[in-house]
């Protein structure tokens, strides 16, 4: 057969018991088993790869990101939610697509160097006369050899209509209902093996009128793509909302029609009991993010509780510009010492962490049957972990080695579907420099632009 057989390695499937010197056998772009070293099969013309001392886990789902935000890091810095977009919003009005295709290059290039394999991208911004936002990071991903998810968002809700945004960064809702219908018809593959899917994803209850929520939903129930959208991020939030709405952010989403298993959204910081029921009942998703969280001082979302009701929750970096260089890995441990602090050591174990990471974000994404756990028939996305350097190989445990560690373990080799993104902790498919510089540059053309627009992004 061809393909490819890693040996040797501890195997942390998600699904099912762990193997501590076991196997992972890919033919084509899925897995054909996986097994303990003792049955390993003779897979004659395999390309063989020694996974001793790695961990093998499945790749990681990031379900949450605004890849055009690597452009404008570091800004607003100590700022809240409504002040860091309000000092933002002028700044990303200055993008084009050059931006997204340098800032999403190097974005997701970096997100494959901590272990993920599928991203998700709300990208809600589109400039008039900017060329094709969608398109450039559509562009790169391909390059950079991802999975990818990325959602046509959009916001018509500005300031002299009670939104945030400024009026110059919004969009009227028929050419946004066009839009996003064009890029579903021009993009999105439903296919088991699809690398590119895309979701329906009006920006907030605060930048987007009830109308186009509506609309929004009925057109992605009408093409069968899922909904996103960012909830219940912060208290001010909340009691926005209620004031223009008189009813909390999640009753507001139920009465869109915007609860659902086609949904997820990102935060959903301030639930309360009854909204916590409403997204186990309704099999509504959660993308937590929670480095942007402690980012913004925006709060704790009740993972556990969650989590411990059946409500479905995956991870997300969120935008690199109130997450600052996140990568995914790293956000197990974050959101596992989030619920730890306020909860106590059992409210989240390294395993929980891990899969939040993966099937818990496949779920999000609505890919629980082709993604997230290292299973016969699955897609191959693996991450192989190296847990037997100097320092990281007197932790006992493996997947403790991974969740725990301040630091990312190194990561020996990174497979979409069958094949390599990462090797030795560097990009195989788009030269690493290169992708770092895109995104320099992408953040130098944006200052620039924004200077010229007379805004100051310093
Ligand atoms: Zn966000």
Redesign the pocket.
């Known amino acids: 057969m061809s393909g490819l057989l890693i040996e040797n390695a501890c195997v942390a499937p998600v699904a099912g018991p762990e193997i501590r010197s076991g196997y992972v056998l890919v033919d084509g772009d899925r897995i054909a088993a996986v097994g303990p070293m003792s049955e390993v099969p003779e897979a004659a013309g395999a390309t063989r790869i020694d996974g001793s001392g790695c961990l093998a886990t499945p790749g990681l789902v990031n379900t949450?990101?605004?890849l055009y935000q690597w452009a404008s890091q570091g800004l607003a810095q100590d700022a809240t939610l409504f002040e860091w977009l309000v000092a933002l919003y002028p700044v990303w009005a200055a993008m084009d697509a050059e931006i997204v295709h340098g800032a999403a290059t190097a974005g997701l290039g970096h997100l494959a160097l901590s272990g993920c394999t599928t991203s998700s991208d709300?990208h809600y911004l589109f400039p008039r006369g900017r060329g094709d936002l969608l398109a450039a990071e559509i562009e790169a991903a391909r390059a950079v050899g991802l999975r990818f998810h990325p959602s046509r968002g959009s916001m018509d809700r500005g300031r002299s209509r009670g939104g945030l945004p400024p009026d110059e960064v919004v969009e009227p809702l028929d050419a946004i209902l066009d839009a996003t219908a064009e890029a579903v018809d021009a993009y999105h593959d439903p296919s088991f093996s699809s690398k590119l899917r895309v979701a329906v994803a009006p920006c907030s209850p605060f930048s987007v009128s009830a109308d186009l929520m509506t609309a929004a939903a009925e057109l992605a129930r009408s093409k069968g793509v899922r909904l996103h959208t960012?909830l219940a991020?912060t208290l001010e939030e909340e009691e926005l909302c209620l004031k223009q709405t008189g009813v909390r952010p999640v009753e507001y989403m139920e009465e869109l029609g915007w609860l659902g298993e086609d949904v997820w959204v990102?935060?959903a910081v301030h639930l309360n009991d009854a909204d916590i029921g409403r997204f186990a009942a309704t099999g509504t998703g959660t993308a937590h993010?929670p480095s942007?969280n402690g980012r913004l001082g925006a709060g704790v979302a009740r993972v556990s509780e969650m989590l411990r009701r059946g409500a479905n929750v995956g991870l997300?970096v969120?935008?690199s510009a109130?997450a600052e260089l996140t990568g995914l890995a790293g956000e197990m441990r974050q959101a596992l010492l989030f619920q730890r602090a306020v909860n106590g050591p059992a409210a989240l174990t390294a395993r929980q962490a891990l899969e939040l990471a993966t099937l818990g974000g496949a779920r999000n994404l609505g890919r629980e049957r082709e993604l997230g756990t290292l299973e016969p028939g699955k897609l191959a996305d693996i991450a192989l972990w190296r847990v037997d350097g100097p320092f990281a190989a007197a932790v006992h445990d493996p997947v403790c080695a991974l969740v725990l560690a301040s630091a990312q373990p190194p990561l020996a080799r990174l497979l979409v579907g069958g094949e390599t993104v990462v090797q030795d902790d560097e990009l195989r498919t788009v030269p690493q420099d290169a992708a770092g510089e895109a995104g320099v540059r992408a953040q130098r053309r944006l200052r620039r632009l924004a200077r010229e627009r007379g805004v100051n992004a310093t």
Do not use: T, Y
């Open positions: 949450h990101h605004h709300h960012h991020e990102a935060h993010c942007s997300g969120d935008g109130s």
